[in-house]
């Protein structure tokens, strides 16, 4: 059973855009949520991360937004670039040094120049 | 940096065989993982391990077994290998509080 789901396969987003990614969450245990990005060949790399007690954290151009209530997240890049043409993953735990971290199944955002 | 080198890239194996895939990590960290990536399912957590001999299953062990003899070293063994253990494997590593760092990824077909 997906604890974390990513319901959007694909996104297509004009360059200079904004990009929304967004993640749902089934286990109310989750207190710690991250985002991944992944290009081809290559294994996930580390984006941004927000843990239960803040609603926003941003690093630069990488937004993340919590609601708890409604146990879901998401993602906005603002603005868009081509480079960030990549598989973006979701992921949850209880607890930011729990060792077990749920994924999503991941969002493929294309930024088209 | 940190850095996760996992050996090979791609890996073609027979059915029944023993396969090992290798990750090594060069900073230290207590915790390491073993991951398979599926179109559709997202990564799965095969077993992780938090220090040397030691280890954890995680949603999917059926089929795999892990090694931890030294702390930079962690080994995926597929006992006898499957069709439906075809797939990418991704190795990574993290310590305590700090987010996890994967490597580039093992595809591993079995024919």
């Known amino acids: 059973d997906q604890q974390v789901k990513q319901n959007s396969p694909s996104l297509s987003v004009q360059e200079g855009r904004i990009s929304i990614l967004n993640c749902d969450y089934t286990?109310?245990?989750?207190?710690?949520f991250l985002w991944y990005k992944k290009y081809p060949a290559e294994g996930p790399t580390f984006l941004i991360s927000?843990?239960?007690?803040?609603d926003k954290n941003e690093d630069g151009r990488f937004t993340v937004f919590l609601n708890k209530s409604a146990k879901h997240l998401s993602l906005h890049i603002v603005p868009s670039q081509p480079g960030d043409s990549a598989v973006y993953f979701c992921?949850?735990?209880?607890?930011?040094?729990?060792?077990?971290?749920?994924f999503g199944t991941g969002t493929r955002l294309t930024v088209i120049p | 940096d940190v850095k996760v080198t996992q050996s090979s890239r791609y890996l073609v194996k027979r059915t029944g065989e023993k396969v090992f895939l290798e990750c090594v990590q060069d900073?230290?960290?207590?915790?390491m993982f073993w991951y398979r990536q599926d179109p559709g399912l997202g990564l799965r957590l095969i077993y992780f391990?938090?220090?040397?001999?030691?280890?954890e299953k995680g949603d999917i062990p059926e089929g795999y077994s892990v090694s931890r003899e030294k702390k930079e070293r962690f080994s995926l063994i597929l006992e006898s290998a499957s069709t439906n253990q075809t797939s990418m494997y991704l190795c990574?590593?993290?310590?305590?509080?700090?987010?996890?760092?994967f490597g580039d990824g093992t595809r591993l077909s079995i024919l």
């Open positions: 990574a590593s993290k310590q305590s509080n700090q987010p996890q760092h």
């Open positions: 286990n109310s245990m989750f207190d710690y």
């Open positions: 927000i843990s239960s007690i803040k």
């Open positions: 992921a949850a735990s209880a607890g930011t040094g729990a060792n077990n971290l749920f």
């Open positions: 900073m230290d960290h207590e915790n």
């Open positions: 391990s938090y220090d040397v001999k030691m280890k």
